[in-house]
Each structure stands twice: as structure tokens, then as C-alpha cells.
């Protein structure tokens, strides 16, 4: 009889983490959509935080837009602008990826249907143009540039490899 509740009980465990691995799969893989929530940094500055994939996006709200850092999968796009509408109206003006995974860069093909200017490092281009993603950047950087909007300043820097050798950070 202890075998027969010993033998029920593995299975109920082995099935519950199978269930686990398997929507933390979809998370991690953009078949999901990430559960998403706004943390405010300072005034003008947001991080829409995902709850269990690592991956955010920041958002820089100025008076004539907003530049977003990461775009995430294309699955998140609608989830990423409910979670700005909380923030600000202004429109998304530019969307700067850190590097070509589609974790970072997946929603620029629906960005871009909305008028917004995909930003990367000219590898991060390169690297989207050989894995045939959509939405590759019109606008691209080699070392440092910056983006100007509503009076602030973003600095971009690429300084080689990373994790992908188009890494690039924004300031």
C-alpha cells in the first residue's frame, strides 16, 4: 500500500514539473506572452519587468515620445503598450536592441508597422539579416551614437563581444 501512495505521489510530481518546464519553455521561447508589470526608475524612466523570463524592456518617456530598449518576443508587443499606456500617451518613437535574439528584438516587425525606428549595432544587423529575422533596424552604429528626443539624450555604445558579438548598451 506505501509503494502504491509512493508510486502516485512521483507521478503527481513528475507530471507538475513536467507542466513547469513546459510553460516556462513557452515563456523562455516566445510562444507565450510574459506576464509584464511597469517598475518606475525615476520620472521619466520605466522598466516593464517580465515576471518569470529574464528579458525587460526599458522605457525613456519624454515629451515627444518614448525610446524603449528591447522590444521582447513579437508575442509581448500588445502586453509591452498596455503596460506603457499606464505610464504616458506619447507614441513609441524608437525601439534600441541590445542584440539581435528575438527575446530582445522579436517585436520590431510590429514596432516598425507603428511608425517606430528600429535601432541596433551594425553586428546585431548583420546577424538578424543571416537568421532572416523580420524587422531588421534601418538605423545602425558601429561604436557609439546617440539618440536625441524631447530634450534627453540616449548614448549607445557597442564595445565587441558579449554575450553575442552584437551586444550594445544603452546610457
Known amino acids: ?22 510553460y516556462a519553455y513557452g515563456q523562455a521561447f516566445g510562444t507565450q506572452a510574459a506576464k509584464l508589470s511597469t517598475v518606475k ?3 521619466d524612466l520605466y522598466v516593464i519587468h517580465n515576471d518569470f523570463v529574464p528579458g525587460n524592456t526599458t522605457a525613456l518617456v519624454t515629451n515627444a515620445g518614448v525610446v524603449l ?7 509581448d508587443h500588445d502586453n509591452i503598450l498596455a503596460e506603457l499606456k499606464k505610464v504616458t500617451n506619447q507614441p513609441i518613437r524608437y525601439v534600441i536592441n541590445t542584440h539581435h535574439h ?12 507603428m511608425n517606430v525606428q528600429a535601432i541596433a549595432s551594425e553586428q546585431a544587423r548583420e546577424n538578424m539579416v543571416d537568421g532572416k529575422q523580420p524587422g531588421l533596424p534601418t538605423v545602425v552604429f ?10 534627453k539624450n540616449v548614448e549607445l555604445y557597442h ?9 550594445a548598451g544603452a546610457h
Open 1 to 22: 500500500m506505501k509503494m502504491n501512495v509512493l508510486a502516485r505521489l512521483s507521478l503527481v510530481v513528475l507530471l507538475s514539473g513536467g507542466l513547469w518546464v513546459a
Open 41 to 43: 526608475v525615476k520620472d
Open 69 to 75: 530598449v528591447d522590444d521582447k518576443f513579437e508575442i
Open 102 to 113: 528575438a527575446d530582445h528584438s522579436g517585436g520590431n516587425a510590429k514596432m516598425q508597422a
Open 142 to 151: 558601429d561604436h557609439h551614437a546617440h539618440v536625441y528626443l524631447g530634450g
Open 159 to 167: 564595445f565587441g563581444r558579449a554575450h553575442t558579438n552584437g551586444d
